[in-house]
């Protein structure tokens, strides 16, 4: 599951990479998160979409798309929405 910190201009930020071809999935609606459910835990895998072929759908019969992930993700941390302040102190920083 390769969620990394990348740092660029002396930013750090996190960002997902595609489980089979390695790359920076550089926008969300290119990508997809996969999984089976059949594993006792689930470990979803991250890919673009180019890259998710028939060869990997054995193995991870389900996807979804990655911005529906992050959408998850941020309303199950409770954090739905970025307060200004957060956001202007990350603007101002050149990191959003």
Not at 71 to 81: G, K, R
Request: charged share 25%; with cysteine; hydrophobic share 35%.
């Amino acid at each position: 599951m390769p969620i990394i910190l990348a740092r660029e201009d002396g930013c750090t930020f996190p960002v997902f990479c595609c489980d089979f071809c390695g790359d920076r999935i550089e926008d969300a609606k290119d990508g997809s998160y996969i999984w089976n459910p059949s594993n006792i835990a689930i470990h979803p895998a991250f890919c673009h979409k180019a890259c998710d072929s028939r060869a990997h759908r054995e193995r991870f019969p389900y996807s979804w798309e990655l911005q529906d992930f992050c959408q998850f993700l941020q309303n199950n941390t409770e954090n739905a929405a970025m307060t200004k302040d957060r956001a202007s102190m990350l603007s101002e920083v050149g990191c959003l």
